[in-house]
């Protein structure tokens, strides 16, 4: 490494921590502008999770590809170009006035943050040799992504409060020209050289791959076990992902390195953020909705009541690697994905003995954010230790991937399964057959509804929405919590005892 890199490299990170800050926000910030979106737009209930995940899953789908055409291109060149497209999305998105347009804009700005984000880590590792420096500067790249997820309804409160939906698009235009001018200043260019022709197939594979897996999760969330639409989806991404894997393992230079999972840490690593996302995805979606529908507050309330999580995930993921220098990973690891799963089980025990306050939510808000924060950090630096500098890109896509398509995950299967539980709590309250079934497709649909009665039968109906939708949300963090758990079993069961994150694990 060349002494003006090396000199350069906290100034490198602060630019890819400003491009991380960016891209994990937007995969939250339109949950507490979701309520003005739906009031203005109408879309139905479809395009509404649509509208949600269809972001989550275009990045997710690309990263693979993504990180390899950036060994090939140039992982700044990709960054940059990634920001720019990321740009002009966002204006797209602003201008927006029907939902299959918003919906169009969240997947361009999907493909944007698939350019971007494998070229973070991947950069990281490259200007970053020291073991100790590399450890915080992961330390510092996990608590920049989750804070970022967790910020993203914090800041979208506060920006939808004073100008309405369109300025949670709007902000990201400035934020990635000062990126890019910035970015093609300082950032170092890197890339691995790979030998062999571009795989097509591969790329083809892959992407339909993940998105049929995305596709058949999200409709058998919404049509239940019975929907073949769902099966056929679910199938066809066994059969696409099972090719692709057995097909990368043949090839010589594959554009996924398969093997990486052959490493235990490797793979619990991934697992593990993989499953905490899904957990934290869910709990903030359907937090924030309780926020603004179940207690009535603004969405700028919402996102600054949020706030015990992305404190406490900040705060945990900069101390996470002292802890690492001092205990096992396993240790730290484990403990860290239990205090998620206690984070996610106490909305569900404190609502046994009382109706649920705020104060009940912010302790497991706290608790979940500090867990989010100790586990996802810990899994980090024990994923890319795992990884040999070669395939840097690789790890950095399944890294995001797990990120990323957990988060989606989770707002699509949990929150399936709470909505299937509102309805189920939702009162009989003498409306009309379609004005009930209304209410019942969504608690957004019903307060919309709530609205239009007025009176006492809208308020009637809103109190009623918002208690059967908090009946549906406790049992679902319940259900949640087992994920982190599970995760933590397989920590303690399958890393090697005496890990420690300097090492190079593979």
Sequence with gaps: MTPQRDARRWAVLAILSGSLLLIAMDTTILNVAFPSLVADLRPSSVQQLWII??????????????????????????????????????????????????????????????????????????????????????????????????LGPVVGGLLVEHDGWHSAFLVNIPVA???????????????????????????????????????GIKQLGKGGPADPVAWAL??????????F??????????????????????????ASIFLGMIALGSALFLITQWFQYGQGYTPLEAGVHLLPAPLGLVLTSLVTPALMHRLPIR?????????????????????????????????????????????????????????????????????????????????????????????????DLGLTDDTSAAAGDSIGEAARVAHELAGPAG?????????????????????????????AALTWAKIPKGLRPTEDAH
């Design 459 to 487: 308020k009637a109906l809103l109190s009623g929405a918002a208690d059967a939708f908090t009946s549906g949300m406790t049992p679902t963090f319940l259900m949640a919590a087992a994920l982190p758990l599970a995760a």
């Design 331 to 427: 240790h730290v690891m484990g403990g860290g994905l239990l205090m998620m799963t206690a984070g996610l089980a106490l909305p569900w025990l404190l609502q046994l003995s009382g109706p649920l306050g705020y104060g009940d939510i912010a302790v497991a808000l706290a608790v979940l954010g500090c867990g989010v924060g100790i586990a996802t950090t810990a899994a980090s630096v024990t994923l890319m230790a795992a990884t040999p500098a070669k395939d840097v890109s690789g790890a950095a896509a399944v890294e995001e991937t797990c990120y990323e398509l957990g988060a989606a995950m989770g707002v699509a299967i949990l929150g399936s399964v709470a909505t299937a539980l509102y309805r189920v709590n939702l009162p």
């Design 245 to 270: 894997v057995r097909r990368q393992l043949r090839l010589e230079h594959p554009l996924l390195q398969i093997r990486l999972f052959a490493s235990r840490p490797f793979a619990i690593a991934a």
């Design 234 to 243: 679910l199938v066809v991404a066994a059969v696409t992902l099972t090719v």
């Design 177 to 215: 020209l000062v990126i890019i001018a910035l970015g093609a200043w300082i950032l170092p260019e890197s890339r691995q050289p790979r030998e062999g022709r571009w795989d097509w197939w591969g790329v083809g594979q892959s992407v339909l791959g993940m998105l049929a897996l995305a596709g």
């Design 53 to 150: 995940d269809v972001y989550a899953l275009v990045l997710s789908g690309l990263l693979v590809t993504a990180g390899a055409l950036g060994d090939r291109w140039g992982r700044k060149r990709l960054l940059l170009i990634g920001f720019g497209v990321f740009a002009l999305a966002s204006l797209l998105a602003v201008f927006a006035t029907a939902p299959w347009q918003v919906i169009a804009a969240r997947a361009l700005l999907g493909a944007g943050g698939a350019a971007i984000m494998p070229a973070t880590l991947s950069i990281l590792r490259h200007v970053f040799t020291d073991a100790r420096e590399r450890a915080l500067a992961y330390a510092v790249w996990s608590a920049v992504f989750g804070g970022g997820m967790a």
